[in-house]
């Protein structure tokens, strides 16, 4: 998805990664982790805030960005090769209006 992203020019890998680093500094100061004065201006996180921020702010660019058609296609692409292309009936579609307890499963109405 993310390649995607870049491919089309809707940002740049640089500007990316800059965003990801800002919104893993962000996110450790609203839950009060600030770096101490000696490592101000640096990127004082763990591994898994950036790797969180990047798949979130990937997902925000490509919901906003672009039409579900496409997310489906990467998705059909990659089952496709995992299966080596014999296995059609594993598409997977999310429906966003479908949730548990809401009457679609039964037929009523809520």
């Known amino acids: 998805m993310r390649?995607?992203?870049f491919?089309?020019?809707?940002?740049?890998p640089e500007r990316?990664?800059?965003?990801?680093?800002?919104?893993?500094?962000?996110s450790q100061q609203r839950e009060g982790i600030v770096a101490p004065p000696a490592k101000?201006?640096?990127l004082a996180v763990g591994p898994a805030l950036p790797t969180a921020c990047s798949a979130t702010l990937t997902?925000?660019?490509f919901?906003?960005?672009l039409p579900l058609e496409i997310l489906h296609t990467i998705i059909d692409g990659l089952l496709a090769e995992r299966h080596n292309g014999d296995s059609p009936e594993l598409r997977l579609r999310f429906n966003?209006?479908?949730?548990?307890?809401?009457g679609v499963e039964t037929g009523r109405e809520i």
């Open 63 to 65: 919901a906003y960005n």
């Open 7 to 12: 491919r089309r020019g809707i940002i740049t």
């Open 3 to 5: 390649q995607e992203l």
């Open 59 to 61: 997902d925000f660019y």
């Open 96 to 102: 966003p209006g479908w949730r548990r307890g809401n």
């Open 16 to 26: 990316f990664e800059q965003e990801v680093r800002e919104k893993a500094v962000l």
């Open 40 to 42: 101000r201006g640096c």
